[in-house]
């Protein structure tokens, strides 16, 4: 199989903004193996409730809500995960509604971020953390997107830095606050 080199994702995920649909099928193939690993991240973190849903329906169903968006520009690869780990938010979180749902005064369900939230309180409720991370979007979107990126998407605070174009400094600064703000609500919530 031949390296595909970052410059040919980058023309495909362009391509695609413009509206080739064959440049997200290609695209796909090229970094399915690399969602399906952090759609296995997702799950591994989301407790046993999202044991339901297995890492390559968690990717076709990425998958399909990305082929539908419109008006799509990237610049690199990096903004792609950052969409992805959104859509696969998403995904988690109507599939933890719907559970909810399903039980009646069933409770949430349970996933774990890591680092430094983690071990300084127990798996917050995946619902209580989209809240949570909706309250922090509103306070300030740069900090939100950052969690995003870094726990849904796996990104490294470089590439983070990379794609909101600020230092990799700023990151971690962004990154501690943003943590010390979620342990807050999240303990306030519980």
Known sequence: MMMTMPQD????????????????????????????????????????????????????????????????????RAQFFGLAAQVMRTILVDHARSRMAAKRGGGGVAVTLGDDLAANQEAPDILALHEALQELEQLDERKA?????????????????????????????DLRMAHAWLHRQMKAGA
Request: proline share 1%.
């Open 9 to 76: 994702i980058t023309e495909l995920l362009v391509n695609w903004s413009q509206g080739d649909r064959a440049s997200l099928d290609h695209l796909t193939e090229l970094l399915y193996d690399e969602l399906r690993r952090l759609a296995a991240a997702h799950l591994r973190r989301g407790g046993v409730e999202l044991e339901t849903i297995q890492p390559t329906a968690l990717v076709h169903e990425a998958y399909l809500k990305l082929a539908g968006q419109k008006e799509l520009e990237f610049q690199n």
């Open 145 to 173: 997107r950052i969690i995003e990126m870094r726990y849904f998407a796996g990104m490294t605070a470089d590439e983070i830095a990379g794609v909101l174009e600020v230092s990799v400094a700023t990151i971690g600064r």
